[in-house]
């Protein structure tokens, strides 16, 4: 929207409390639990080129979705159940998209992967109110 003082454009909801802030944690969180589940705890196997490109392209579906269901939201109330629900569907969608399950059925990975997210979003969750109180 055009402010009254310059006539230039705000974007006031790309700002940290905007959309770009919950989409750097949804696909951080996206892309550590795809990295995580999908090397099934081989360290060696998930230092791969490989492996971080797929993760990576999880992470950015992962953050695309998100963003397209916090765009229709309203933003300015936020809780733990919310953040936990948006960060398992993106990542599940994102792992889907990402590359084939890699044992089955179908789904199980995602949802594992989906699982991981929810916990990562947990622990940002309590991070930053733990942050907040110091």
């Known amino acids: 929207m055009p402010s009254a003082k310059s006539g230039t454009v705000e974007f006031a909801d790309l700002r940290a409390s905007g959309l770009v ?4 944690e949804k696909f951080a ?11 099934r705890s081989d360290v060696l196997r998930a230092l791969s080129l490989e492996h971080v490109l797929r993760a990576s392209i ?3 579906v992962g953050a695309v979705v998100a963003v397209a269901l916090l765009a ?21 969608a994102g792992d889907i998209f990402a590359h ?23 622990a940002l969750w309590y991070t930053k109110r733990w942050a907040r109180n110091l």
């Open 58 to 60: 999880c992470g950015t």
């Open 21 to 24: 802030r919950p989409a750097a």
């Open 29 to 39: 969180g996206a892309w550590l639990a795809c990295f995580l589940v999908m090397t």
């Open 72 to 92: 229709q939201m309203d933003r300015t109330t936020n809780s733990l159940a919310r953040q936990v629900t948006i960060s398992s569907i993106a990542t599940f």
């Open 100 to 122: 084939p399950s890699h044992f089955p059925p179908q789904w199980a990975e995602p949802l594992v992967t989906a699982t991981v997210s929810a916990c990562i979003a947990i």
